[in-house]
């Protein structure tokens, strides 16, 4: 999992206009934390690998469609979710919820169960309540 460096100063951004505004004049995501599945292109300090070495440090020229509208909503892109390396399609051998770049991941709450393949990452980590939403 990766955080957002920025993801602090606009959840403070959101709560000083909550503390401003008129109750109900706020809409749409505004504040809301999202976590992204690692591979989401954002144009910003978060890296989009696919859980390889590989693509670590990558430029993207803009963000992901998903992500231009959550941004526009207002939305918090707290971080990314770790995924299984290339979203599983490198080997039918690698093991679910594993990545290079991550290591293994596992089911929060039971050690031996499946970590729900090329989302474990998003997967565990709303479970273990780190983020209340993922993409």
Same mark, same amino acid.
């Given at each position: ?23 109900g ?22 890296? &989009?690998? $696919? /859980?390889?070495? #590989?693509? !670590?440090?990558?430029?993207? *020229? +803009? ?7 959550? =941004? ?9 979710? &770790?995924? $299984? /390396?290339?979203? #599983?399609? !490198?080997?039918v051998?690698? *093991? +679910? ?7 293994? =991941? ?11 393949? $090329? ?17």
């Amino acid at each position: 999992m990766e955080i957002n460096p920025g993801a602090l100063f606009q959840a403070d951004k959101a709560d000083n206009e909550r503390r401003v505004k008129a109750p109900g004049s706020l809409v749409g995501l505004r504040g809301i934390p999202i976590l992204l599945k690692e591979y989401i292109t954002t144009k910003d300090k978060l890296n &989009s690998t $696919s /859980g390889s070495f #590989a693509l !670590l440090g990558s430029v993207v *020229p +803009r963000d992901a469609g998903v992500v231009v509208k959550l =941004r526009k909503a207002a939305a918090i892109i707290f971080g990314k979710g &770790s995924l $299984s /390396g290339w979203s #599983a399609f !490198l080997s039918v051998r690698t *093991p +679910r919820g594993f990545s290079a770049r991550d290591g293994q =991941r596992k089911n929060p709450y039971v050690l031996s169960a499946d970590p729900c393949g $090329s989302s474990s990452g998003s997967a565990i980590s709303v479970a273990a309540n780190l983020a209340k939403t993922s993409f």
